[in-house]
């Protein structure tokens, strides 16, 4: 089946060195038009949650959100994706300390002008003051991560850290839990609480 998975795949592959034909054959099947680059996977789950609970469909609508696996790599896929490439409208997703890098892999003077969405720190601290942490503690309980919550806090690194530190730390110590929360949080949002990065992003989509 092809779709927009099959799509991601193919340009990580061109990305890698491999070849880039199939991945333009695609972007012109699937009717590609816009690239949301973005730092990872916990990134994309955040964007796809929200346009769900937006019913939003961004493959319908030609958006493909890219992971690179890291805002060093964006130069590389603003060139294979953007309009030294296959032409797309490029927008990005970054934290705050990797917006160099998308400085100066985004040329400005590319039309469309690239658009760069930055986070304060990072999308999972975004979300955390958005919801509030009395509130994300309740989402990791509802996840059934208490226990491994409750044994994290009592580390001595986590001793008299504010709580939204030590939730975001959090979320950052086993494989797969920041893609698991960057989706589970934006799905826990109220409409009018959807940090300004995520808000704008989409308004702009």
């Given amino acids: 089946m092809v779709d927009m998975r099959t799509f991601r795949d ?4 061109w990305a890698a060195g491999g070849p880039g034909g199939r991945a333009g054959e695609l ?3 699937l009717g590609v038009r816009t690239a949301v680059l973005v ?3 916990s990134d994309l789950a955040a964007v ?11 493959a319908a609508e030609g958006v493909c959100v890219m992971p690179m696996g890291g805002a060093m790599s ?7 994706l953007g ?6 409208r490029l927008i990005g997703l970054c934290d705050e300390r990797e917006k160099p890098f998308f400085d100066r892999g985004l040329d400005p003077s590319w039309t469309p002008r690239p658009q760069v969405h930055v986070c304060t720190a990072d999308l999972e601290d975004e979300l955390i003051r958005a919801l509030g942490p009395a509130r ?7 996840e059934d991560e208490l226990r491994a919550w409750r044994t994290f806090v009592r580390q001595p ?8 530190q030590q939730l975001r730390r959090f979320m950052g110590t086993k494989k797969g839990r920041k893609i698991r929360y960057g989706r589970v949080l934006v799905e826990a949002l109220a409409p009018d609480r959807t940090p300004a990065p995520l808000e704008d992003l989409f308004a702009g989509l």
């Fill in 10 to 13: 193919e340009v990580a592959g």
């Fill in 27 to 29: 972007a012109e099947l």
């Fill in 39 to 41: 730092e990872g996977l």
């Fill in 48 to 58: 796809e949650a929200l346009a769900a609970a937006r019913g939003r469909d961004l």
């Fill in 74 to 80: 964006i130069g590389r896929y603003a060139g294979l």
């Fill in 83 to 88: 309009p030294p490439g296959l032409g797309l």
């Fill in 136 to 142: 994300v503690e309740r989402i990791v309980e509802a």
């Fill in 157 to 164: 690194a986590q001793h008299g850290r504010p709580r939204e």
